[in-house]
């Protein structure tokens, strides 16, 4: 047998979270699913509990639901969240909006308290790899306040370092938003200096945990962070989007005022009071009526991280990663092909890109023999391994597959030409 092959059913023997797996739809086909990373498989426990919340809790108790349990739920939730994968204690969690909307409310909040301190804090820093949607709600917010954004130039293949952040803070800077973990190039930004290097200047700093929250472990707490946000519908299977989650550390809760005031942010939301008096405490970044029915399958992987802890599942992601970089070093990289994330394990997350000019074509063909990775410009193949429903023998068909294409595609492209 191949040996690669064998490492891989080795492993998968060997993998003490190897049973979670079975605990998620469509495990057990054939299909080999590299993009959980963008959208997590459902849990097949969330059906039977989206069912009995429509029977029993919407279907049962219709609008007496919103007495003390849905009201609830998102700071539940929250604090789940806190607990089993960002480290942060109680209070300063919870389920509200996109990750879109909660930055944007977030970063909003953060710079007018640090213009009402300091007129001359007028500067959001951002690096230019930073996820579109982070980078046009920040550009939004400069043209809304009359900021400034200033930009650090990354290496696609990296992301922010230390010196860059260092040389671009300063006296000026109000808000510094980054991204953990690289949607790109899966490098783990150091979240812990980089927060350090930017309150020694004075500035908040926001991070947007996307792509770490369920892959990587935060220590929200320890390394001292303001703000963050992070998606529910990646490696925690809260299902297609489902509400994103925001940090905020609590001496700030009575610091910070977010632009959405509405009446779910307010101490008391059945006062129906002459104005907006926001609660303090996390509640206040809360603004409308919550997306209960959207919250509800996220609860199964949360249990199951919670249960394995974020140790272990980081040990699987990193074997995971390691070994889909091993397959493509061996199969692919006679073909043309390199790596386009970090190669030592501490500095990459859950994901791998794979560079090559035939990459999108590459995935065309690789999807429609249900093999799903996904494409990011330029030319990069991404393979997303989600801990908890990913195989090693999936990873080995993946990649097996992936060297077919890519050769089926060179060889057409060689007679071509
Ligand atoms: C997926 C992702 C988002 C998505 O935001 P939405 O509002 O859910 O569309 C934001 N930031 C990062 C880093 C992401 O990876």
Redo the contacts with the bound molecule.
């Keep these: 047998m191949d040996p690669l092959l064998a490492y891989a059913r080795r492993m998968d023997r060997a993998d003490g979270l190897a049973h979670y797996r079975k605990r998620f739809v469509g495990a057990d086909s054939e299909l080999v699913y590299f993009d959980g990373n963008s959208l997590g498989r459902p849990p097949a426990a969330a059906i039977e509990r989206v069912e009995r919340f429509m029977r029993e809790e919407w279907g049962g108790r219709l609008i007496r639901g919103w007495d003390e349990a849905w009201l609830q739920l998102p700071y539940e939730i929250g604090d789940q969240i806190g607990r089993a994968v960002i480290a942060a204690k109680a209070g300063q969690t919870v389920i509200g909006d996109?990750?879109?909307?909660l930055l944007y409310k977030l970063a909003r909040a953060a710079i007018d308290g640090q213009l009402a301190r300091d007129p001359q804090r007028r500067e959001i820093v951002v690096d230019r790899d930073n996820?579109p949607?982070?980078r046009y709600v920040l550009e939004g917010i400069a043209h809304e306040t009359g900021c400034h954004l200033r930009w650090i130039d990354v290496d696609l293949t990296r992301g922010v370092s230390s010196e860059q952040l260092a040389e671009a803070v300063g006296p000026q800077t109000a808000l510094v938003v980054l991204?953990h973990v690289s949607?790109r190039s899966a490098f783990i930004a150091d979240a812990q200096e980089l927060t350090r290097i930017a309150h020694d200047a004075g500035a908040l700093v926001l991070w947007?945990l996307?792509?770490s929250a369920g892959s990587v472990p935060v220590h929200a707490d320890r390394w001292e962070f303001d703000l963050a946000v992070g998606?529910t519908y990646?490696y925690l299977n809260g299902g297609p989007g489902s509400p994103?989650f925001a940090y905020v550390r609590d001496d700030l809760h009575t610091v910070l005022r977010q632009p959405i005031q509405g009446w779910f942010g307010t101490a008391d939301l059945f006062a129906m009071g002459p104005e907006y008096v926001p609660a303090r405490s996390i509640r206040r970044f809360v603004s409308g009526t919550s997306p209960i029915s959207a919250m509800i399958a996220m609860r199964e992987t949360l249990a199951m991280i919670e249960e394995a802890g974020m140790a272990a599942v980081r040990a699987k992601s990193v074997a995971l990663t390691s070994y889909a970089i091993d397959l493509a070093d061996a199969w692919l990289g006679p073909l043309g092909v390199t790596l386009g994330s970090p190669r030592d394990p501490e500095e990459r997350g859950g994901h791998v890109i794979l560079q090559h000019p035939a990459m999108r074509e590459v995935t065309a063909r690789l999807w429609q023999r249900d093999v799903i990775p996904d494409y990011r410009d330029v030319g990069g193949l991404r393979i997303g391994l989600a801990p908890l429903s990913t195989s090693f023998e999936e990873v080995h068909r993946g990649l097996d597959a992936t060297r077919v294409v890519l050769r089926e595609v060179l060889a057409e492209r060689a007679g071509l030409a």
């Design positions: 996109s990750t879109t909307v996820i949607t982070d991204n949607y947007d996307c792509h998606c990646k994103a």
